[in-house]
């Protein structure tokens, strides 16, 4: 264990110091090349800025307006009819927040674990959740946004299904597991 303590900790260190060394060797302009790298980073910044705002005020509008609120009442109903577990309502923000923002999302799941504890099957349920799912609005605003692609419908789709599909799974594992 103590080995591979000090293999992390002097990991990162050494890659910093190895890869500029063996660039240097094999003749690349390493400071040119960082350089221009973190040109190109600078101007990616600049790109997705308009993407990445947009989708801050969105989903800050859609937690302050209370449309978060709104629809997980809506969905409760749902769930009690597939038979979870009466607490389960208390998930349902977080199964919303999750494509939506990752820092969100971990704010929901720190307030659920700090309300019903993390032994708890809101707690695992809400860490499992946190874990299965992405932040697909997230992905698609930055990364696509950041290479230019506009017609990404497909890739929405697939990421809500991802989502729903890690939300299902998340359900039955701990309900199975620890319930």
């Known amino acids: 264990m103590k080995v591979i303590a000090e293999i992390s900790r002097w990991a990162i260190p050494l890659l910093l110091l190895l890869i500029p060394v063996l660039a240097y060797l094999r003749k690349v302009p390493v400071y040119e090349s960082f350089v221009a790298g973190a040109e190109e980073g600078f101007i990616t910044g600049v790109r997705?800025?308009?993407?990445?705002?947009?989708m801050l005020v969105a989903i800050r509008v859609f937690v302050d307006s209370g449309a978060l609120e709104t629809v997980s009442h809506w969905l409760q109903p749902l769930f009690a009819l597939l038979g979870l577990d009466p607490n389960f309502a208390a998930i349902i923000p977080l199964a919303?927040?999750?494509?939506?923002?990752?820092?969100?999302?971990?704010?929901?799941?720190?307030?659920?674990?700090?309300?019903?504890?993390?032994?708890?099957y809101i707690g695992r349920l809400?860490?499992?959740l946190q874990?299965?799912?992405?932040?697909?609005?997230?992905?698609?605003?930055?990364?696509?946004?950041?290479v230019g692609i506009k017609k990404y419908r497909y890739a929405l789709k697939l990421g809500l299904l991802a989502d729903a599909i890690g939300l299902i799974v998340s359900v039955w594992i701990v309900t199975k597991v620890f319930h």
């Open 48 to 54: 997705i800025l308009p993407f990445l705002i947009g």
């Open 131 to 146: 874990g299965s799912t992405d932040t697909t609005f997230f992905v698609l605003t930055v990364y696509f946004g950041s």
């Open 96 to 120: 919303i927040m999750r494509p939506l923002s990752g820092s969100g999302a971990l704010g929901v799941a720190t307030q659920l674990i700090n309300q019903y504890g993390p032994d708890s």
């Open 126 to 128: 809400a860490s499992t």
